[in-house]
């Protein structure tokens, strides 16, 4: 019995600090309010989400797409030989429309499948350069804006674009006239959280010189870079890889292409950069990278 008692209140005075404890915690709740507050507040989640670029491969010519969970921007439609496989690859993926449709530059290779984006998928804008091209693609293109009812902005420099926590930057074209017409390509800077992406469109050597001569280095470096003109030796100038700095690199081409696209130079420029290089004329899907706002990966290999 004695025993037993003993056991009783060494368990009576163990609950008094518990007991105690509570009774603070229930005053400091009451009355004081930062400390309810910081006792009631929810962990504070990640700002980011994650988006996806994707290089979708629809041979010779460019296509990219970019996914955030507030819309989707496209960055040219590639030939228009190619807009079924785009257009089942959207679909695939449960595209339904995009807030931004970028047309860097009026070349088949880049718009071929534009009239197709705005009759099958809703357009809110649509992006072009400043200039005018005479192309039976160029007409059938311009003639489909008019009858989506998108809205048109012409590009110009330093002009930003968002969705969500997505932000696009125009960096080129520079100049109002250009003998090569890929050097009107819109040139945009893609920021997400703390990653980015460059896509030059076509941008040759002249434009990449105007825009070192135009922005810091803070605003060429970025994660990745889309390879200006497929490849071509015409671009990726070592001036510019330099200032871009990129980690990865994508080039859009297609396979055993007439043009030799990518040329050796290019390629050696990249590989003496240090530069991890991603082809779509090589096996594989498209490919695609994501970014959770802090770092870029390649989703497929």
Same mark, same amino acid.
Request: aromatic share 8%; charged share 20%; net charge negative.
């Given at each position: ?65 970019i996914r955030t969970a507030d819309g989707n921007m496209l960055v040219d439609a590639g030939p228009g030989s190619s807009e079924d496989l785009l257009s089942d690859y959207l679909s695939q993926l449960g595209v339904a429309g ?21 009759t099958d998928f809703t357009v809110s804008n649509v992006i072009l350069p400043d200039c005018t091209y005479s192309s039976a693609t160029y007409n059938r293109m311009m003639n489909a804006i008019d009858e989506s009812g998108a809205?048109? &902005?012409?590009?110009?420099?330093? @002009?930003?674009?968002?969705? *969500? !926590?997505?932000? /696009?930057?125009?960096? $080129? ?16 800077? &893609?920021?997400?959280?703390?990653? @980015?992406?460059?896509?030059? *469109? !076509?941008?040759? /050597?002249?434009?990449? $010189? ?92």
């Amino acid at each position: 019995m004695p025993k037993k008692r003993t056991g009783d209140a060494r368990r009576a005075r163990g609950l008094v600090p518990a007991i105690a404890l509570v009774l603070v915690l229930v005053a400091a709740y009451l009355g004081f309010p930062k400390i309810r507050q910081y006792i009631t507040a929810p962990a504070v989640a990640d700002p980011y989400g994650n988006i996806e670029v994707h290089f979708i491969n629809i041979g010779q010519g460019d296509c990219i797409l970019i996914r955030t969970a507030d819309g989707n921007m496209l960055v040219d439609a590639g030939p228009g030989s190619s807009e079924d496989l785009l257009s089942d690859y959207l679909s695939q993926l449960g595209v339904a429309g995009f807030e931004y449709a970028v047309f860097t530059h009026p070349h088949e290779d880049h718009i071929g499948g534009a009239d197709m984006i705005l009759t099958d998928f809703t357009v809110s804008n649509v992006i072009l350069p400043d200039c005018t091209y005479s192309s039976a693609t160029y007409n059938r293109m311009m003639n489909a804006i008019d009858e989506s009812g998108a809205g048109v &902005i012409l590009a110009e420099t330093g @002009s930003e674009y968002t969705i *969500g !926590d997505l932000r /696009a930057t125009v960096l $080129a074209p520079n100049s109002p006239d250009y003998k090569n017409t890929n050097d009107y390509s819109i040139v945009l800077k &893609i920021e997400y959280g703390k990653t @980015s992406f460059l896509m030059t *469109g !076509d941008a040759e /050597a002249a434009s990449e $010189a105007e825009i070192l001569a135009t922005y810091g280095p803070d605003m060429l470096k970025c994660d990745l870079l889309k390879v200006g003109h497929h490849g071509s030796d015409t671009s990726t100038s070592p001036e510019f890889l330099l200032a871009v700095s990129p980690e990865y690199a994508v080039i859009s081409c297609g396979r055993g292409n007439s043009y030799g696209h990518p040329h050796a130079i290019t390629l050696q420029r990249l590989e003496n950069a240090g530069v991890i290089v991603y082809r779509t004329d090589e096996p594989g899907d498209s490919i695609v990278f994501v970014s959770d706002g802090v770092s870029v990966t390649p989703k497929n290999g």
